[in-house]
């Protein structure tokens, strides 16, 4: 093992360094917004895809799995998990982008680890099959600072506005991102001392007992009169992680943009195109350095003691948690979360959560706010989040969603007129 992570191939890898250069690059960009040419694994939302996503989250709620059941809620059929949104797109057409932009972008933190620390979200309408996706952004913030676990990192958040055919904004997804200089991680060793968790019959047991109690609220309304401050939102379990669960929440169409992980002849030209994202494995194979959420080895290799979870995977599963206890006619209108330690393989999540307060909104919402939080079998706060949740009232029966703003709603129309337009070109 030494011997491969000490080898010429993985040292090159790993020696990739954040420039002061890059930095300031990237904090020119702040507030430029463009369509997204992504072309994710799925575009358009079907019956299958919503499925195979919940499912993939451990998700077995027939608003999202079953389409008889479906028919008889408020919506008339399926909707997909709200975080779903957030990883549907399909290209969306605009003016060439400025050369400068392409100059600021050019290899631009080539070489650094980047890994999901955090998100926000604002729902204002469900994704339905039929729906395609389409979506425009750009980066928000750009900050410096230490961390214990890579000495100096770059933390970036960025925005995304995700549009439906019909020019209707569905959600505002706000993603924190810490990049990283992957040998000074792997110098560190901040977690070096973390050994992989054994598992006893009755540890499998207990966790056994979580999963079967496990509470659906489903289908009976979560009346706002009813929720206290203080209130529990029950227990749920997540794990223990396994390979499996990646691969799941791969096939379930995540994970495939910006770098488009890919099979022969693909493979090759995705090789050409970005060279330092392959780094060659312990049998001389060029390889996908996404791979750390799989291969023990090349985590290992950049400050790991072995493979991680993808952290959007804690953030689905924190949206199953939340519609769980909020049940079908319930509306989740924000959260905001924070990955605040990695999620291992064997390692296990506990999620917990308590209502904060409930209040009338502008509009006469009722409004319930949580908050939630994960722990692993280390007794380790893993995720840390937030949410509002608009819930039926003797007043009102049935939530709506929050109006879009005026400014945001006016820029979504224009962008998708604008993608019609060059379309029928």
């Not at 924000?334 to 502008?362: C, S």
Request: hydrophobic share 35%; with cysteine; aromatic share 10%.
């Amino acid at each position: 093992m030494a011997s491969i992570l000490e080898s010429d191939e993985w040292q090159k890898a790993v020696a990739y360094e954040i420039k002061d250069e890059d930095i300031e690059r990237s904090r020119k960009l702040i507030g430029y917004e463009q369509p997204s040419a992504a072309r994710e694994w799925i575009q358009t939302a079907t019956e299958d895809a919503i499925r195979n996503w919940a499912h993939a989250c451990g998700d077995d709620n027939p608003l999202y799995c079953n389409p008889d059941y479906a028919r008889g809620t408020r919506w008339g059929g399926v909707i997909a998990p709200g975080m779903m949104v957030g990883h549907l797109n399909s290209p969306m057409k605009g003016d060439p982008v400025p050369d400068e932009v392409k100059a600021l972008r050019k290899s631009l933190f080539k070489g650094i680890h980047v890994f999901v620390s955090g998100s926000g979200w604002d729902f204002y309408r469900p994704v339905r099959p039929g729906d395609t996706i389409y979506s425009f952004g750009g980066e928000e913030t750009c900050e410096v600072k230490q961390s214990e676990f890579a000495g100096r990192s770059v933390i970036l958040t960025s925005r995304q506005v995700k549009v439906n055919q019909r020019a209707e904004v569905v959600a505002v997804y706000r993603v924190l991102r810490v990049l990283t200089e992957r040998k000074t991680a792997a110098k560190k060793g901040k977690y070096a001392g973390i050994e992989p968790q054994r598992y006893e019959d009755e540890d499998i047991a207990k966790l056994d007992a979580i999963y079967e109690a496990e509470q659906v609220q489903g289908g009976a309304k979560r009346w706002f009169e009813d929720v206290e401050k203080g209130d529990s939102l029950g227990t749920m379990a997540k794990g223990p992680l396994t390979v499996t669960d990646v691969i799941c929440f791969h096939s379930a169409g995540y994970g495939f943009v910006p770098y488009a992980p890919s099979v022969g002849r693909l493979a090759h030209r995705n090789r050409k195109r970005i060279p330092a994202f392959y780094v060659k494995n312990e049998y001389g194979v060029p390889d996908v350095a996404q791979r750390l959420h799989w291969d023990p080895l090349w985590a290992q290799a950049i400050g790991n003691p072995m493979a991680y979870d993808y952290g959007v995977m804690r953030e689905n599963y924190l949206f199953h948690y939340l519609s769980d206890w909020a049940g079908d006619d319930a509306i989740i209108t924000h959260v905001h979360d924070e990955i605040r330690k990695f999620n291992y393989m064997g390692d296990t999540q506990v999620i917990t959560g308590e209502v904060l307060g409930k209040r009338t909104g502008d509009a006469g919402e009722a409004l319930v706010d949580v908050a939630v939080r994960f722990t692993n079998q280390r007794g380790e706060e893993t995720v840390r989040a937030t949410a509002t949740i608009a819930v039926p009232s003797r007043a009102h029966a049935l939530p709506v969603y929050p109006e879009v703003p005026r400014e945001l709603a006016e820029k979504a129309a224009a962008m998708m007129a604008r993608h019609w337009e060059l379309s029928r070109k």
